[in-house]
T-cell receptor
Framework: GNSVTQMEGPVTLSEEAFLTINCTYT??????LFWYVQYPGEGLQLLLK?????DKGSNKGFEATYRKETTSFHLEKGSVQVSDSAVYFC????????????FGPGTRLSVLP | DAGITQSPRHKVTETGTPVTLRCHQTENHRYMYWYRQDPGHGLRLIHYSYGVKDTDKGEVSDGYSVSRSKTEDFLLTLESATSSQTSVYFC??????????????FGQGTRLTVV
């Protein structure tokens, strides 16, 4: 079946540092890819998404590019802030193969002032 | 924000008792999901629904049942609660457009403790 692998962390960075969280996937077809963010005590919120190869999703300074050749969807941000501290989940969805959302294990990010 | 309401938000129950969690949506989305979130396991799908009275099992469905009698409501029942079912439960909804899933919208979660 389809699956998602991501670095589990925790990741600790200083404010204004560059962020990369790696995500790779295994899929039979051509899934849509997502990054979600979860702040303490809250549900998951969509951060960005991409629905086909070479699409770049972006939001709030975060971006990720759908790379079919490397089956990857790495999350990046050029300059993190303390308010970015959260847990980040990579996910895929492929309705053509009966796959609803499959989530990675999550990566906890802590940004220090 | 997507209109998803989970109730209750917190519950403590005793081992062996039945428990029902409710998810209510105002978005008229076709798909509804129940996940549980546990440290070290991320999000795991319990059951999902793809329409009224149409449901299917996820990866951790043992000990749980669901019902969807109306588009807007998706109920999760723990038939006889066990301590291993202590978790945070999330409901989510999504829709499909041209065979592509839109993003999933999540509720705020229900923290269930089984003592």
């Amino acid at each position: 079946g389809n699956s998602v692998t991501q670095m589990e962390g925790p990741v600790t960075l200083s404010e204004e540092a560059f962020l990369t969280i790696n995500c790779t996937y295994t899929a039979t077809g051509y899934p849509s890819l997502f990054w979600y963010v979860q702040y303490p005590g809250e549900g998951l919120q969509l951060l960005l998404k991409a629905t086909k190869a070479d699409d770049k999703g972006s939001n709030k300074g975060f971006e990720a590019t759908y790379r079919k050749e490397t089956t990857s969807f790495h999350l990046e941000k050029g300059s993190v802030q303390v308010s970015d501290s959260a847990v980040y989940f990579c996910a895929l969805s492929d309705l053509d193969y009966g796959q609803n959302f499959v989530f990675g294990p999550g990566t906890r990010l802590s940004v220090l002032p | 924000d997507a209109g998803i309401t989970q109730s209750p938000r917190h519950k403590v129950t005793e081992t062996g008792t039945p428990v029902t969690l409710r998810c209510h949506q105002t978005e008229n989305h076709r798909y509804m999901y129940w996940y549980r979130q546990d440290p070290g396991h991320g999000l795991r799908l319990i059951h999902y629904s793809y329409g009224v009275k149409d449901t299917d099992k996820g990866e951790v469905s043992d000990g749980y049942s669901v019902s969807r009698s109306k588009t807007e409501d998706f109920l999760l029942t723990l038939e006889s609660a066990t301590s291993s079912q202590t978790s945070v439960y999330f409901c989510a909804i999504s829709e499909s457009v041209r065979r592509k899933n839109t993003e999933a919208f999540f509720g705020q979660g229900t923290r269930l403790t089984v003592v």
